[in-house]
Structure formats: C-alpha cells, structure tokens
C-alpha cells in the first residue's frame, strides 16, 4: 500500500489533501502541531473526515520537535506559518522557525530515504511585485517577509535535490480559497462580514488584482506533481485570471444576494499590487489545469459558510 505523509494536515489544504489520498487508497500519516495561528478547534473539524478513517495516522506534534520520522512513498510538506501581514517585526521568528528551521529538518531526514516525492508548498509571495504575469523564470524578490521564508525553504529544496538527488518539486500556490478557508484570509472575512451586516474592509482601494486558486485545484495539482518525474522543479499553481479586490466583493455579494458595504482602510505593509500566475509550464510539465473559476469557486464556498456558519461564526 502506498504511504504518504502530510505535513500541516490540520490546515486548510492539508486537510483537503488527506482526504484525496485516503480516497484513492493511500496509508496517510500526518503531522500537525496545532499552532495558535488560528484556533485549534477549527483545525480539529478540518480533520473530522480523516479521522474515520483507518489508514489515517496523526502524529501530533512539531516537525522541528519530531526525531524520527516514518518512512513513506511520498512527503507533501505543508505545514508553514502562513500570512503575510502578521510576518513583521518580533513575529518573524516564528516564521523562520516554521518555514525554514521546520522544512530543513525534514528534507535532512529525508535526503538519504527512497522517498519517490517531495512535494513543496510554497507561495505566490515569492515574486513580490515581479512583472506580470508571474512566470516561473523571473528572478524571485518577495515583498514580505514571510515570502523571504516561502522562497528560503523552496531554495532548500531545489539544493538537496542538486546535492543529494531528493526528488523535490515546489508548487507555487496563489492564493487558495474554499472550504475551510483561514479565517485570516479575505474571501473568507469578507462572507464573514456581510453576513454580520458589518462592512467588508478593504485594504488600499480595491483596485489591486489577485488570481485566485480553488482548494481542490491545489489539491490537484500536488498529487500531479508527486506523480510527475519534474524533479527540482517549481511550478506555478494559480488561475491565470485576476480580478480586482472590488470585483470580488460584487461576486460575494451577488453570491450571498445582499448588498455589500465596503469600508476602505490604508494599504498593509508586505500586501503586493497584483498577483497573476502564468500556469502554462504547470500546464505543459504537470497536465494540470484549474477546474474552477472564481464565480462557481465563490458560490461553492458561500455554500460551505452557510452548512457551517454557525461554527464558523466562532472563529
Ligand atoms: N492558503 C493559501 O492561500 C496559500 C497560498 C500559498 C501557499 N500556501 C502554503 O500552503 C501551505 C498550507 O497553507 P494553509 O492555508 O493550509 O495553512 P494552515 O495554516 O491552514 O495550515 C498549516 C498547518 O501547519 C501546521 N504547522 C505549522 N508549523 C508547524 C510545525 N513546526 N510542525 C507541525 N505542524 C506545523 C499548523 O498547525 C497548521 O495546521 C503552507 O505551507 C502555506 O505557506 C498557502
């Protein structure tokens, strides 16, 4: 039986990779330190499904605590203190530690293993503000500091493939969304909020375009790579469609059928202007393409939210 292992399988797309895996037959193991980014309980419910289930294994615990990990197929490492606006300042720590620390850790244990994949999640934040469309082969100059980690632990990667022939891919995720969204994150703040009746803060004037990837999507395209023989390679996982901030409140409040009211605030520190994948190498290299658009992605997860408001509500 096939056995792989997801870090961060708490979390929003390590949650929904599990349950992928699980359901084409893999023995899943997998890590998670619960980390008070967001509350636990709301990670525990990502995990419901899993749970279940017999082939599923979790191993509670900090990557950079664990000292012998199992021996596995493939590794799809996830976990990672995500966000860029909470990444200044003496929380950057935390950043290194999870994103760097946490990421050299399991690529030292694994540099000597018959793993057949590494799979990376790292972020659109790596181009920062580069010329769009974001294409795999401009040079990265993140604009965050958590994007500095991103790109740090993707450089790893791509060294111990070169040194020690691990087979490591790096997906370069744009923004996900979808159930179980973070609740840190805009789509999911922003249902949020309209359905408090609370106006939808935007930061900046909403002009400011971002491209959109649906969990499934990302899910997708992670079980393609582990099965790709695109070694040390990076591939960008997005839409390939932007649209703007104030765009995608219409879309919400078409979604929701109510009015929304926008209050607009600063611009954040570390927030780029545009976000635009260019997905054809991911295309060409992984057969992987996005099933959703943003309109059905948004309708899908104002269903979520509503199944799941009143839990949600707790967030
Ligand atoms: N969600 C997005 O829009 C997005 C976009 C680009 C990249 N990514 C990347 O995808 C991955 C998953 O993102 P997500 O949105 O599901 O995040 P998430 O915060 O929901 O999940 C990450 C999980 O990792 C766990 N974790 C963190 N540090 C750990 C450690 N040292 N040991 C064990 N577990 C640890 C956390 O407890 C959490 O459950 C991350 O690597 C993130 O950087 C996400």
Same mark, same amino acid.
Not at 120 to 137: H, R, T
Not at 282 to 300: C, F, M, S, V, Y
């Given at each position: 039986?096939?056995?792989?292992?997801?870090?961060?399988?708490?979390?929003?797309?390590?949650?929904?990779?599990?349950?992928?895996?699980?359901?084409r037959g893999d023995?899943?193991?997998?890590?998670?330190?619960?980390?008070?980014?967001?509350?636990?309980?709301?990670?525990?419910?990502?995990?419901?499904? #899993?749970?279940? =289930?017999?082939?599923?294994?979790?191993?509670? /615990? *900090?990557?950079?605590?664990?000292? &012998? $990990?199992?021996? !596995?197929?493939?590794?799809?490492?996830?976990?990672?203190?995500?966000?860029?606006?909470?990444?200044?300042?003496?929380?950057?720590?935390?950043?290194?530690?999870?994103?760097?620390?946490?990421?050299?850790?399991?690529?030292?244990?694994?540099k000597d293993s018959?793993?057949?994949?590494?799979?990376?999640?790292?972020?659109?934040?790596?181009?920062?503000?580069?010329?769009?469309?974001?294409?795999?082969?401009?040079?990265?100059?993140?604009?965050?500091?958590?994007?500095?980690?991103?790109?740090?632990?993707?450089?790893?990667?791509?060294?111990?493939?070169?040194?020690?022939?691990?087979?490591?891919?790096?997906?370069?995720?744009?923004?996900?969304?979808?159930?179980?969204?973070?609740?840190?994150?805009?789509?999911?703040?922003?249902?949020? #909020?309209?359905? =408090?009746?609370?106006?939808?803060?935007?930061? /900046? *004037?909403?002009?400011?375009?971002? &491209? $959109?990837?649906? !969990?499934?999507?990302?899910?997708?395209?992670?079980?393609?790579?582990?099965?790709?023989?695109?070694?040390?390679?990076?591939?960008?996982?997005?839409?390939?469609?932007?649209?703007?901030?104030?765009?995608?409140?219409?879309?919400?409040?078409?979604?929701?059928?109510?009015?929304?009211?926008?209050?607009?605030?600063?611009?954040?520190?570390?927030?780029?202007?545009?976000?635009?994948?260019?997905?054809?190498?991911?295309?060409?290299?992984?057969?992987?393409?996005?099933?959703?658009?943003?309109?059905?992605?948004?309708?899908?997860?104002?269903?979520?939210?509503?199944?799941?408001?009143?839990?949600?509500?707790?967030?």
């Amino acid at each position: 039986m096939t056995t792989s292992l997801v870090t961060g399988c708490a979390g929003v797309i390590g949650s929904h990779l599990v349950e992928r895996l699980l359901s084409r037959g893999d023995q899943v193991i997998g890590i998670d330190c619960f980390t008070d980014y967001y509350p636990r309980e709301i990670k525990e419910r990502n995990l419901t499904g #899993a749970r279940t =289930n017999a082939r599923f294994k979790l191993i509670e /615990g *900090d990557i950079l605590a664990i000292q &012998d $990990f199992p021996g !596995v197929d493939y590794v799809f490492h996830l976990a990672a203190q995500a966000g860029v606006r909470k990444s200044w300042g003496v929380n950057f720590g935390v950043y290194t530690r999870n994103n760097i620390d946490a990421s050299q850790r399991l690529l030292e244990f694994y540099k000597d293993s018959r793993i057949k994949r590494f799979v990376y999640a790292s972020s659109s934040s790596v181009y920062g503000n580069a010329p769009l469309p974001f294409n795999e082969e401009a040079r990265p100059k993140p604009y965050s500091p958590y994007g500095v980690t991103k790109l740090a632990a993707e450089n790893l990667c791509h060294l111990y493939h070169q040194n020690y022939g691990l087979p490591a891919v790096s997906l370069r995720y744009f923004t996900v969304y979808g159930p179980r969204q973070r609740p840190d994150m805009a789509i999911h703040k922003f249902v949020q #909020a309209a359905l =408090n009746g609370d106006p939808i803060v935007v930061f /900046g *004037d909403g002009t400011q375009t971002r &491209d $959109f990837t649906y !969990v499934s999507d990302a899910v997708d395209a992670a079980i393609l790579a582990s099965g790709s023989g695109a070694d040390g390679a990076v591939f960008n996982i997005g839409s390939a469609s932007p649209l703007t901030v104030n765009h995608l409140t219409a879309l919400i409040g078409e979604a929701l059928g109510r009015r929304i009211e926008i209050r607009y605030e600063g611009k954040q520190t570390g927030d780029v202007g545009h976000t635009r994948s260019d997905i054809s190498k991911a295309g060409q290299n992984l057969g992987w393409e996005p099933a959703h658009d943003i309109r059905n992605g948004i309708t899908k997860f104002v269903e979520w939210f509503g199944q799941n408001a009143a839990r949600a509500a707790g967030n």
